[in-house]
């Protein structure tokens, strides 16, 4: 199939699509914000109070809907991209592992965050199982990331697409939170293999 006909047939389904409809209506950044609401409905994360790290940010839709709740605690989103400003969610642009990052953002909120979301995933390359498995590998970035700044009954939330990377995920976060969830919420393309995992509660906590 050539690229043309790859591109109509995106934005037939665009054009179809109930979440990037509601999206444009509410003046949401992109669909995904109906993703993390979603997680938040069943599983009752975040509350006015909450200190969050947003990984992978842009184009900012997360940051949105944590903004619609959060009105006391601290957001801080970060990506290699710069995001169009979200009024009270502070924005550094940079990579998430760099050292140097990781000590602006303690700085930033100066004590253990409540949530770690991650709704990062590589750019796909149409090879299904090489896409799971970059994505996966910054899923598990994320998580080695949460492990040094969440409270011990912290949440952590990471994208990751199921594949053959999916069983050593799973098996790392069991090490790491005592409560594991996997979840694929209905604002998740059907035929997507995308899926998120919910740890809660380390096992080992990094003071």
């Excluded at 209506?25 to 009752?44: D, L, Q």
């Excluded at 994360?45 to 949105?64: E, H, K, T, Y």
């Excluded at 796909?124 to 590998?137: H, P, Q, R």
């Amino acid at each position: 199939m050539n690229k043309s006909r790859i591109s109509k047939n995106w934005i037939r389904k665009q054009h179809k699509d109930v979440f990037v409809r509601k999206s444009k209506v509410f003046g949401y950044r992109s669909r995904a914000i109906y993703k993390i609401e979603e997680i938040n409905n069943k599983f009752r994360i975040f509350n006015n109070n909450s200190f969050v790290v947003d990984l992978g940010a842009a184009p900012g839709s997360w940051s949105q809907y944590l903004k619609k709740i959060i009105t006391k605690g601290k957001i801080l989103s970060i990506d290699l991209k710069e995001i169009e400003k979200i009024d009270g969610v502070h924005f550094l642009q940079g990579d998430f592992t760099d050292i140097k990052n990781q000590e602006k953002i303690r700085e930033y909120f100066g004590k253990k965050l409540d949530v770690v979301i991650s709704d990062m995933a590589v750019n796909t390359t149409g090879n299904k199982e090489l896409d799971s498995m970059l994505t996966g590998e910054l899923c598990i970035e994320a998580m080695n990331f949460a492990k040094k700044l969440l409270k011990p009954n912290g949440f952590f939330i990471s994208k990751f697409f199921m594949g053959s990377i999916s069983k050593e995920i799973i098996t790392i976060a069991k090490k790491n939170f005592q409560v594991i969830n996997i979840f694929k919420p209905k604002a998740s393309r059907s035929y997507s293999k995308e899926n998120f995992i919910i740890g809660k509660f380390l096992k080992k906590y990094d003071k």
